[in-house]
């Protein structure tokens, strides 16, 4: 499977406990986001790599969040102190940027449940 | 500021009839791209389509068929025949096209239940 794989896949956690989803993007893919999404509602932007570079965070990224992406292949989204309010999927998708634009893939999420 | 709108929350449809999902979009950009994605309950969301904002011919892809006008903002997408296997959360989006991280907005999306 060559696409965007996501671990781990389903997380429960106690509040106040520290989580880390891993994500690996589409190889040779430079661009690579983390998106929230709650029940009943479209994915959020949180967080945007060029490589290594994070180049854009929304606000939606509190102190808590932290995102890397090391060497400019896999990234790791840690969210700390985790709260009630965090509970949620948080997906991962990837791009090859070109001069005609973007198609952005998708994974299949890791869903975050914070009891 | 980019906006999506899904107006239909949720479509019900008896199997092999013809559905279409609405969307309608806001941005200031004069290029941007827009796309539709499924959702099945699995949780990918599974990319359908991209069109750019120039390209406003209309596009058909087996049983699927999407309508841009740039007139009236809007991208809709309709599904002929439709299958059980067809259900699933569909989703529009926007990006802008130049510069930055082309991050896409979403709407809500639309719920479809294709009933036997």
């Known amino acids: 499977d060559t696409g965007v794989s996501q671990d781990p896949r389903h997380k429960i956690t106690k509040r106040g406990q520290n989580v880390t989803f891993r994500c690996d993007p589409i190889s040779e893919h430079n661009r690579l986001y983390w998106y929230r999404q709650t029940l009943g509602q479209g994915p959020e932007f949180l967080t945007y790599?060029?490589?290594?570079?994070?180049?854009?965070k929304s606000r939606l990224l509190s102190d808590r969040f932290s995102a890397e992406r090391p060497k400019g292949s896999f990234s790791t989204l840690e969210i700390q102190r985790t709260e009630q309010g965090d509970s949620a999927m948080y997906l991962c998708a990837s791009s090859l940027d070109t001069s005609s634009g973007n198609t952005i893939y998708f994974g299949e999420g890791s869903w975050l449940t914070v009891v | 500021a980019q906006k999506v709108t899904q107006a239909q929350t949720e479509i019900s449809v008896v199997e092999k009839e013809d559905v279409t999902l609405d969307c309608v979009y806001e941005?200031?950009?004069?290029?941007?791209?827009l796309f539709w994605y499924k959702q099945p309950p699995s949780g990918e969301l599974v990319f359908l389509i991209r069109?750019?904002?120039?390209?406003?011919q209309n596009e058909i892809s087996g049983r699927y068929s999407w309508n841009f006008q740039k007139s009236t903002s809007s991208f809709n997408f309709t599904i002929t025949a439709s299958q059980v296997v067809d259900s699933a959360v569909y989703f529009c989006?926007?990006?802008?096209?130049?510069?930055?991280?082309?991050?896409?907005?979403f709407g809500k999306g639309t719920k479809l239940t294709v009933n036997p």
């Open positions: 069109r750019n904002s120039f390209d406003e």
């Open positions: 790599f060029q490589n290594e570079a994070q180049l854009e």
């Open positions: 989006a926007l990006s802008e096209a130049e510069g930055g991280s082309e991050k896409l907005v």
């Open positions: 941005t200031r950009d004069t290029t941007y791209y």
